[in-house]
């Protein structure tokens, strides 16, 4: 017997088979649980999670909504009536599903496809001769389907809700073949008709049926959720011939009580005992489940109801039995706060409200709610006893009190069913044409698990620089307020106060007990100011206010950054090919790092890291954190799903919870040193020699003169017909190269031609270069410094002892910056020799808030997912410790590092 970390005792065996280890790790499955805000496992009828292809296939999903599970067969009804297109009027039929079709949790993938958790075709199709039909067949058939809903099935016989043509379809035994003949039709009382009986179409029948839209078998009875007539119909045995009538319904005092259809015009207020457009019916065979669309509410009767209009015992999305309100916050939801009036806040939803409800499914211990109004599914861990209770777990949304519906493979867009097959839950999620496959786990991964490694949380900042009149002397009694976020901080002056005290003074006052609640401040002396760090990570921080009010007649001055904090971004969305740490609690049984000179493993430690199924190659590995890079093959989807497969040494095996993992086009980090942010940048000095730039830009036109001068030496390049700019910037390199004191080659792949001092050391320091044209000339040459500059040791790391200096070239250390150009010798998992490249979006710098040219921005040779930058320094930062740096592609802007940067020439 092993006891396990969680207390439980476990039988295990030594597994030496495949399906014994599966099977080791089904048990612990089965105990485990769903978590909030966990993405999809994988899912079945498109090829990415993103994908959204439209059209009909075996393995192509329209904007399906029924579903249901018997004998490893998922049953799928693709057709909707939210408005979600494509409408495929056809049953789909998926053998084999559970650990075929669908791979087991614990299973190993193999990259075959795209994406190897995208998965299932169908075996059989009902309502069309062939996969890729999807024809409306006018009048009906007793093969034809007119947007179906709704399917059920015991493993025996099969049944589908034809909700247009107001008939429910019985076949005796499962379909094996391709549109096969229904044998049993309710609702009508031939295969033929689709219409109301008798001229008062609002008075229903014992056996009618207007747009009913669930279907459930149970225990030889047939429950029919028929949803224009506002009832559930019961058949205590399954029909066999055609147009049977009903044996209880519920919702209506009887059979021909009249209705009124139009859900819009419907006066019906709840009771316990009526329903409004009921859209679901199940059984965990002790309790019924309808799911009471029109009053916005799951309601349960605690067995199973015998007798017409039997009142329900509970009800869920409301506080009780006669409530209906869409997200009846006010009744069930906590206060937030108070507005400005005094009046209370509450959210737009919360996890025990309902909003135009789908469907409610029970595996008798859990109660799954398809919440389709605020695109998410709830999860009770118990049946609930009692109205208005609260779910336990969240699928489709990271909290309940939100809404952030998209194609995500963590998010739904109006669920609309469910099945359950006793591993994994499938959800039909129409507008984003899917269905969704969940499995719960022991093992969880948080919500933002995944981020890049090197900036692994972007902060805004921002910062109050300060100054005084008198020299450094301040007079005494000067009040000052520092307001952050809604708090204020107010400090007045005192004999011997100077600027450097006041400052650490204000620091204090920010960070005293607790500390704000919104930032910390640290000191920076140097600049006489105050750097604020948000405390939250990512965009929330941009939000945070800053301002400072001093005396209109004292001597003090002090100027803030901006209104708010900036910079904030979110390092959770990550490019391809980008190196991620992913943090999470036991996900390794010890410390592994992958060798220093081969291409990375796909397993270390007997850890796997999948990525839409595909295994990411991994370089270090521990219990609290895996670093892994993010294949180049998603580069085509926006939303991928990431989980942790760990082999442990006692044979058993462990899967985390899926997250879901954004994908942009690129997202650049820069590594720094472990400590608070804005962290200190691993960053180089990059010459031994003095250096300069000349950027060649503008147009070509024959004829034109180029001139770089160095010292009293000018060499010119005319341009000729079919240059490029490549072609003048080499031939002024070739040119420049006859200099005696002055050697020059090309900035990358960019059209700059770099200087450097043939001699190293601070000799080649102050050599003069200039870069000029023809008037009117179409081609640009910009000198971006007047002299060659900062000499230092190559490869030295800048630090407070050896800082960098104003107009140096530095090299730091970044990844995230997606697709290369050229993409030769770029590869996942492995090692980069070549040739010379550059992101595909453009990178630009900041430094200490000024422009810093970006020389060089490619993968490093010899590493993996590893970019180095070359930024040249702008010639007039002054001095300051903490000189911040940050480099961006389009919107997207790194996390903020510090370098040392000391000016020898006094500020002016």
Request: proline share 6%; net charge negative.
């Amino acid at each position: 017997m092993k006891n396990l970390q969680n207390g439980r005792l476990f039988t295990a065996m030594k597994c030496l088979r495949l399906s014994i280890l599966l099977a080791c790790a089904a048990v612990l499955l089965n105990a485990a649980d769903f978590t909030t805000g966990q993405a999809a496992r994988a899912l079945i009828g498109q090829s990415t999670f993103t994908a959204q292809k439209y059209g009909a296939g075996s393995n192509l999903l329209g904007s399906a909504s029924g579903l249901a599970y018997a004998n490893n067969t998922l049953f799928v009804a693709d057709a909707n009536r939210v408005g979600a297109e494509p409408v495929n009027h056809r049953v789909l039929i998926f053998r084999d599903v559970n650990g075929g079709q669908v791979p087991h949790p614990a299973a190993q993938l193999d990259y075959t496809t795209p994406c190897p958790v995208c998965v299932g075709s169908a075996d059989v199709v009902l309502g069309q001769a062939d996969f890729e039909k999807s024809e409306l067949v006018v009048p009906p058939k007793n093969n034809s389907l007119r947007l179906p809903t709704a399917v059920a099935s015991d493993g025996r016989i099969l049944v589908v809700a034809d909700t247009d043509n107001n008939r429910v379809l019985i076949w005796n035994s499962i379909p094996t073949a391709n549109n096969v003949q229904a044998d049993v039709v309710l609702g009508q009382k031939s295969f033929t008709t689709a219409g109301l009986p008798f001229q008062d179409s609002n008075r229903p029948t014992r056996w009618s049926l207007r747009g009913p839209q669930g279907v459930w078998v149970q225990d030889g009875r047939l429950f029919v959720a028929d949803t224009q007539n506002h009832r559930v119909m019961i058949w205590n045995s399954i029909p066999r011939e055609n147009g049977k009538d009903a044996d209880v319904v519920l919702g209506q005092p009887n059979f021909e009580t009249a209705i009124e259809p139009d859900l819009t015009q419907a006066k019906v207020e709840a009771k316990a005992s009526n329903l409004l457009n009921p859209v679901a019916v199940t059984s965990d065979g002790q309790r019924l489940y309808v799911t009471d669309l029109g009053h916005n509410r799951v309601l349960i009767w605690n067995s199973i109801p015998t007798q017409n209009e039997q009142p329900a015992d509970i009800a869920l999305g409301q506080p009780d039995m006669t409530s209906a309100e869409p997200n009846n916050v006010q009744a069930l939801c906590e206060v937030q706060g108070q507005d400005e009036e005094g009046n209370d806040l509450y959210p737009e939803s919360c996890e025990r409200t309902l909003s135009f409800p789908r469907f409610a499914l029970s595996d008798g211990q859990r109660l799954f709610v398809a919440d389709g109004g605020n695109d998410r599914v709830l999860i009770y861990s118990r049946v609930p006893t009692q109205s208005g209770e609260g779910a336990n777990y969240v699928l489709g949304q990271i909290d309940p009190r939100i809404n952030l519906a998209s194609d995500a493979a963590d998010s739904l867009r109006t669920p609309m069913s469910m099945a359950w097959d006793g591993m994994n839950l499938y959800v039909s999620d129409a507008f984003n044409r899917r269905i969704m496959v969940y499995s719960p786990s022991d093992f969880t991964l948080p919500y933002t698990a995944v981020r890049n490694a090197a900036s692994r949380e972007i902060y805004a900042v921002g910062s109050i620089a300060f100054g005084t009149s008198e020299e450094d002397k301040l007079t005494e009694k000067q009040e000052l307020t520092l307001k952050i976020g809604e708090k204020e901080y107010k400090y007045k002056t005192v004999e011997g106060d100077t600027i450097d005290s006041l400052v650490q003074k204000l620091v204090d006052l920010v960070n005293a007990g607790e500390g704000d609640p919104n930032v910390f401040a640290t000191p920076n002396l140097v600049l006489d100011a105050i750097i604020f760090t948000a405390r939250e990570a990512g965009e929330p921080g941009n939000n945070i206010s800053l301002s400072i009010t001093t005396p209109t007649d004292g001597t003090i001055t002090a100027t803030t950054s901006g209104a708010t904090l900036s910079g904030g971004m979110d390092a959770a969305k990550i490019a391809p090919g980008t190196v991620v740490s992913i943090v999470g609690e036991n996900l390794a049984e010890g410390v592994f790092q992958a060798s220093g000179d081969r291409n990375w493993p796909h397993e270390l430690g007997g850890v796997q890291v999948y990525m839409d199924g595909i295994r990411a190659p991994l370089q270090y590995v521990s219990p609290n954190q895996i670093n892994a890079q993010v294949p180049f093959e998603v580069s085509d989807v926006t939303s991928i799903n990431a989980y942790v497969r760990t082999q442990r040494s006692d044979g058993l095996i462990t899967v985390t919870t899926p997250v879901a993992v954004n994908i942009v086009g690129q997202n650049p980090g820069i590594y720094a040193f472990s400590g608070a942010d804005p962290r200190r940048a691993v960053a180089l000095h990059f010459s031994s020699e003095a250096m300069g730039n000349v950027s060649v830009d503008g147009s070509v036109k024959a004829g034109d003169t180029a001139t770089v001068t160095i010292e009293d030496r000018s060499y010119t390049y005319t341009v000729k017909e079919g240059d490029t700019l490549e072609s003048i910037r080499d031939a002024l390199i070739e040119l420049i190269n006859q200099d005696p004191r002055v050697a020059a080659y090309p900035a990358g792949l960019w059209t700059r031609v770099r200087l450097k001092a043939r001699v190293p050391g601070p000799e080649g320091n102050g050599i003069r270069y200039s870069a000029s044209t023809n008037e009117g000339s179409q081609v640009i040459l910009t000198a971006t410094t007047s002299e060659l500059c900062c000499a230092s040791e190559a490869g030295a790391l800048i630090t407070d002892d050896n800082p960098a200096l104003p107009g140096e070239v530095i090299v730091v250390y970044a990844t995230g910056l997606g697709l290369m150009k050229p993409a030769d010798g770029v590869a996942t998992g492995e090692r980069f020799f070549g040739p010379l490249n550059q992101p595909e979006e453009f990178v630009s710098a900041l430094a200490g808030g000024k422009t810093a040219n970006v020389l060089f921005a490619g993968m490093q040779s010899g590493q993996i997912g590893l970019h180095e930058v070359h930024l040249e320094l702008n010639s007039d930062l002054p001095t300051n410790p903490f000189t911040q740096v940050t480099i961006a592609q389009s919107v997207y802007v790194s996390n903020i590092v510090t370098i040392p940067v000391y000016n020898p020439k006094p500020s002016e």
